[in-house]
């Protein structure tokens, strides 16, 4: 796990076994990583939901054709699904852990994920409540007390 919205997958079994670096469409999450910035508010928390959501648990990758297949560091562009019928990237946003996020053009779930954006923005789930970061996540994590 990289972060909320970039994670290294393994694919295939055996000898076979590579990991690829996946940056997941739709979805932007705070900053943990990036040292050009501080840890942005909530990050740690989309951090932790990503890793509870996801280790140790078989994905399926989709792309979208209306994307480029990689982005301009050579991560994987994919949708999560935990699922047939269950979208990491949708449940991040609908949650509060993720803004919904289009690159340059739209692309498949753009109108569910805003939905879902405002749903949580709306019902203050997530980095939405005024008592994490009221939908602020440029701004740096507050330290711990």
Same mark, same amino acid.
């Given at each position: 796990?990289? +972060? /909320?919205?970039?994670?290294? =997958?393994? %694919?295939? *079994? /055996? *000898?076979?076994?590579?990991?690829?670096?996946?940056? =997941? &469409? /739709?979805?932007?999450?705070? @900053?943990?990583? +990036?040292?050009?910035? !501080?840890?942005?508010?909530?990050?740690?928390?989309?951090?932790?939901?990503?890793? *509870? &959501? &996801?280790?140790?648990?078989? =994905?399926?990758?989709?792309? +979208? !054709? #209306? $994307?480029?297949?990689?982005?301009?560091?050579?991560? @994987?562009?994919?949708?999560?699904?935990?699922?047939?019928?269950? *979208?990491?990237?949708?449940?991040?946003?609908? +949650?509060?852990?993720?803004? @919904?996020?289009?690159?340059?053009? !739209?692309?498949?779930? $753009?109108?569910?994920?805003? &939905?879902?954006?405002?749903?949580?923005?709306?019902? #203050?789930?997530?980095?939405? #409540?005024?008592?994490?970061?009221?939908?602020?996540?440029? %701004?740096?994590?507050? #330290? !711990?007390?």
């Amino acid at each position: 796990m990289v +972060d /909320g919205d970039t994670l290294k =997958v393994r %694919r295939g *079994s /055996g *000898s076979a076994t590579a990991t690829v670096t996946v940056r =997941v &469409l /739709g979805i932007d999450t705070p @900053e943990t990583h +990036d040292p050009r910035k !501080p840890v942005q508010c909530y990050g740690p928390q989309a951090a932790a939901r990503a890793v *509870s &959501l &996801l280790t140790g648990r078989t =994905v399926w990758l989709a792309g +979208d !054709p #209306s $994307q480029d297949r990689h982005d301009k560091y050579g991560r @994987e562009l994919d949708y999560i699904w935990l699922s047939a019928t269950t *979208s990491y990237d949708w449940l991040m946003v609908h +949650d509060g852990f993720a803004h @919904e996020y289009t690159y340059r053009t !739209p692309y498949r779930y $753009q109108r569910l994920f805003r &939905l879902a954006q405002a749903d949580a923005h709306g019902a #203050s789930r997530g980095f939405w #409540s005024p008592a994490t970061c009221g939908g602020d996540t440029l %701004r740096p994590a507050r #330290s !711990p007390p």
